[in-house]
């Protein structure tokens, strides 16, 4: 391996490759001998991979603390084509670093709670051969994040990009025989692999840009001379940050590319909680926050950012009051709190977005797993098989007294996304109400809508699930779940409660750290915005008791209290606004017919008839010349003659 | 006109002749003892050119040892009358005419674009077999090796190719099974 | 003294004379003679220009060229019996199997 010759300040900093190398490590090794080794030895070696990175990344991080200013670890000189060079060297500054402990940090913890999981879900799916290609694709996925966020240009940060959004489609469709009519969860990683195509297509467009109007594609190259670009083409960088945020939209799931995210549900449960609420759709959000000096040099396209997140913080957080499969409620409330951070780093509070990232990735994992951990109970619990889908809310309810830790970490996942006082999500969400105040008034009345609404579903989901009674056999049986599942939700809990502790106001540890890698703005604490967004907690989670948990729904088939009050407004929630009918109708159904078309009449007529065609020609052409092929060795003897003659012939009269 | 010069042209008058009638002939004996002579007067023309050992080696290779094999495979397959007739429409034809083509050519390529005056005498270097023998084992000892593995694998060849029945492997099955009841015996 | 012109003419006629006899006999035996009669001309030349050049390579040429017919008559002949074993015929036109 080629170590960088650029000086190092440090030499934990040579460490840096491990934290691909790793998991790339456990990916070989449990190829290779996975499925030999077991569950258990599989699940170790997959953790171990996970855990690894983590020490790797924390070593990183006392690094830094010596040496703010970073380094660039080449590993290996990619290739040259003309003016461009280009590397495979990671980037280790604060700002990567950040990312690659949350995402090994958390992964370990989904890894450790995954061996458990999956014991079951193969179970319960009859196919225990599965569990070592789960955690194949798990650390695969972990090495391609660490590219993403290690990355020193924006190619190989696209190549991360890639791997997260191949290894998304291959847990996406983990069961890939299951779901609606034996297509359903095949459809969905199709879909969601199908969207994020168009969000690359936007990145790689303006990666394209990028090198024709910088001639490089480090980050620090560009960043260094984008403001001359502006100054000379001041369109050139709106283009390539527009275009950018095609490729955020699609990977951070935002309007109006966010209808991946719900039907990859499908996946198994901590594939939910890794890739699609903690770590890979945070990837747009970081790459808007790396690409800051861009951003700066666009003010337009950063507007749009800080648009495009507040209204799809917005937008999902409506659709997700009206649904009642369990994981879709959280999917539609981690495409809301993306939002909140898309459009913090939109409006230039790069930090409070980042800190909003770390923090979600906390309580979002830990609500999924709690999730998890409900859907585990109820199937394990469904003797009778009598269950139609265990992650429907409605045959839920009185879990609490049942799973009692699942339930207690479930709460505080659901208070810390909440945003009380003193949970992580406060400190966080907090730091974006006052940005957006100070930017835009209308963006923070969207924001505050947006975080009502937070409060008032998961208030929802947490009377639906928890309280009550149980209104199905398989609740009333549920029992809780061993340690392997529920340490890990502890762990996610405590990190919840204390999260905020990383950029508390007037300390803001977090700030100073990232302010090696980014240009911070320094973050007030604005007392009568907190205390609002306190009030509105409130106000949300006392109209939820009125409606859901005062008198708690006693069968699973009653109509949502909402559904009277709201009528159709309530049904347009449920049906998600229509987006992805009216997505099938805009794009899906003309594609499709156009498909036909091209399929029945110019394959099939034109293209096969031609080939046909041709074989035919060939066909009778070769079976006339074969009748010269007689078998006789004489008539060859005369033709060979023939020719003899006709050489000597060339040659007499040459 | 040299005297040479007659023996010459009466010996390849006799030698186109017996090439005709090897030609012309039905019967397939009669055709292999008509080349036995054309190569008899081939070798009496190399011996002309002052070659003696090839000149023996050309009555004893070719007029003995193949025109017997000849002879053999004639008599064991009694091939030597076959039906007449040409099944080949044109064949007769184009073939004579063709020949006739070729003819002309290699005449016209060797002898008119090189001229007529050259003479050919009797070679004056050495060509005992002594000579030969040292000239084949030093500058040709390669194509002499060669030539011997060419001689081998015609040689299993044409056994392998003419041999009756499958060889018998030694330890069949019944004969195993044999053995072993005598021992037990 | 003969003029090589002589040489050359009598082989010509002699190669010609095989060349036709292989295409017009449809005895097998005797399209292998046919074939001798060529080999022997194409050594008539051999001998004829070696004694023009005065070298010996020619005369080892034509060694050559016996041994090697001598293992050509050896496979063909073979080859002539197991197939008249199988067609039970000396005639080439029968060995047609491999028409297209």
């Known amino acids: 391996m080629l170590l960088s010759e650029v000086s190092l300040h440090d030499p934990v900093f040579r460490l840096a490759p491990l934290v691909i190398f790793l998991p790339l490590a456990g990916v070989i090794l449990n190829l290779l001998i996975g499925r030999r080794l077991g569950e258990l030895g599989a699940g170790l070696i997959a953790c171990l991979a996970g855990a690894g990175a983590f020490a790797v990344s924390a070593a990183l991080a006392f690094g830094l603390k010596s040496s703010p200013e970073g380094a660039i670890v080449l590993i290996w000189r990619w290739f040259q084509v003309g003016n461009l060079d280009l590397n495979w060297s990671l980037k280790v500054d604060t700002l990567s670093v950040t990312m690659m402990l949350v995402v090994s940090g958390v992964g370990t913890l989904i890894h450790i709670y995954a061996t458990r999981y999956m014991h079951s879900d193969v179970r319960h799916h009859h196919e225990p051969g599965r569990y070592t290609r789960f955690f194949v694709f798990f650390n695969l996925f972990l090495a391609a994040m660490m590219v993403l966020v290690s990355a020193d240009n924006f190619l190989m940060l696209f190549v991360g990009w890639e791997g997260v959004g191949l290894c998304s489609y291959l847990l996406i469709g983990f069961w890939f025989e299951g779901g609606e009519g034996g297509l359903g969860n095949a459809r969905a990683a199709k879909k969601a692999f199908v969207v994020n195509r168009i969000g690359d297509f936007g990145l790689l467009i303006a990666i394209f840009i990028m090198l024709g109007a910088f001639g490089s594609l480090e980050f620090s190259r560009v960043f260094a001379a984008a403001p001359a670009v502006t100054a000379t083409a001041p369109g050139v960088v709106l283009a390539i940050t527009l275009f950018m945020l095609l490729g955020v939209t699609g990977k951070s799931a935002q309007l109006p590319l966010f209808v991946w995210l719900p039907d990859a549900m499908a996946g198994p449960t901590p594939v939910s909680a890794l890739i699609h609420a903690a770590t890979m759709v945070t990837a747009g959000v970081y790459l808007v926050a790396r690409s800051q000096p861009l951003f700066v040099q666009a003010p337009l396209a950063a507007d749009v950012v800080l648009w495009v997140g507040a209204i799809t913080a917005l937008f999902a957080g409506t659709i997700a009051v009206g649904q009642y499969d369990i994981k879709k409620v959280l999917a539609y409330s981690t495409i809301s709190q993306l939002g909140f951070m898309v459009a913090a780093v939109g409006m230039g509070a790069v930090v409070a977005g980042m800190f909003h990232l770390i923090t979600h990735a906390f309580f979002k994992a830990l609500l999924f797993l709690a999730a998890g951990s409900v859907i585990l109970a109820l199937e394990e619990a469904d003797h009778g098989h009598d269950l139609q889908d265990a992650q429907d809310m409605r045959v839920m309810g009185g879990l609490r007294s049942r799973l009692p830790v699942t339930f207690w970490t479930f709460l505080i996942g659901a208070l810390a996304l909440s945003g009380l006082v003193p949970l992580a999500g406060f400190f966080s969400k907090d730091e974006i109400l006052v940005a957006a105040q100070q930017k835009s008034p209308a963006v923070f009345i969207i924001l505050l809508a947006a975080a009502f609404l937070t409060a008032f579903y998961m208030a929802r989901q947490v009377f639906l699930v928890f309280f009550g009674r149980p209104r199905s056999g398989a609740a009333e049986h549920a029992r809780e779940n061993p340690p392997l599942i529920t340490v890990p939700l502890i762990a996610l809990a405590l990190l919840s409660i204390f999260g905020g502790v990383l950029n508390l106001p007037g300390v803001h540890t977090l700030e100073h750290w990232l302010e090696h890698s980014l240009n911070v703005t320094p973050a007030k604490f604005v007392l009568w915005i907190a205390l609002v967004s306190l009030a509105v907690l409130a106000a949300a989670v006392t109209l939820a008791w009125l409606l859901y948990g005062r008198k708690p729904r006693a069968t699973a088939r009653e109509a949502d209290p909402l559904a009277a009050r709201l009528g159709g407004l309530y049904r347009a929630l449920e049906a998600r606004w229509k987006v992805d009918e009216f997505y099938s109708w805009l794009v899906v159904r003309p594609f499709e017919r156009a498909a036909e078309f091209l399929s029945s009449i110019f394959d099939l007529k034109l293209i096969n008839g031609l080939g046909d065609g041709l074989g035919a020609l060939v066909q009778s052409l070769s079976t006339a010349a074969s009748r010269i092929q007689n078998g006789f060795v004489r008539s060859y003897t005369l033709v060979f003659l023939v020719g003899v003659t006709a050489i000597l012939a060339y040659l007499l009269l040459r | ?185 | 003294m003969i003029p090589l012109a002589y040489y050359i003419a009598l082989s010509a006629v002699m190669f010609t004379l095989g060349v036709v006899g292989v295409i017009l006999r449809r005895n097998a035996l005797v399209v292998f003679m046919s074939l001798e009669l060529m080999f022997n001309a194409a050594n008539l030349a051999f001998m004829a220009f070696a004694s023009y050049y005065q070298a010996l390579s020619g005369q080892m040429f034509v060694i050559f060229v016996m041994a090697v017919a001598a293992a050509e008559v050896a496979v063909g002949l073979a080859l002539m019996v197991a197939i008249f074993k199988a067609k039970k015929a000396v005639d080439v036109d029968e060995m047609s199997s491999l028409k297209g």
């Open chain 2, 1 to 185: 006109m040299s005297p040479a010069v007659i023996i010459f042209i009466v010996l390849a008058l006799v030698a186109v002749a017996c090439a005709v009638a090897m030609l012309v002939s039905k019967n397939a004996v009669y055709s292999a003892l008509f080349l036995v002579l054309n190569f008899a007067t081939i070798g009496v023309i190399y011996l002309m050119l002052g070659a003696p050992f090839i000149a023996v080696a050309q009555i004893t290779v070719y007029a003995g040892a193949i025109m017997v094999l000849f002879l053999f495979v004639i008599m064991l397959l009694g091939g030597e009358n076959l039906r007449l007739g040409e099944p080949l429409r044109g064949q007769r034809l184009i073939g004579l005419i063709f020949g006739a083509v070729l003819l002309a050519e290699i005449v016209l390529l060797l002898i008119f674009r090189s001229g007529m005056d050259q003479m050919v005498g009797t070679l004056t270097i050495d060509t005992s077999p002594a000579a030969l023998g040292l000239e084949m084992f030093n500058k040709y000892s390669l194509p002499f090796e060669v030539t011997s593995l060419v001689l081998l694998v015609a040689v299993i060849g044409a056994v392998i190719l003419t041999r009756v029945d499958p060889i018998r492997r030694p330890g069949k099955p019944d004969q195993d099974r044999k053995d072993q009841s005598g021992r037990q015996a």
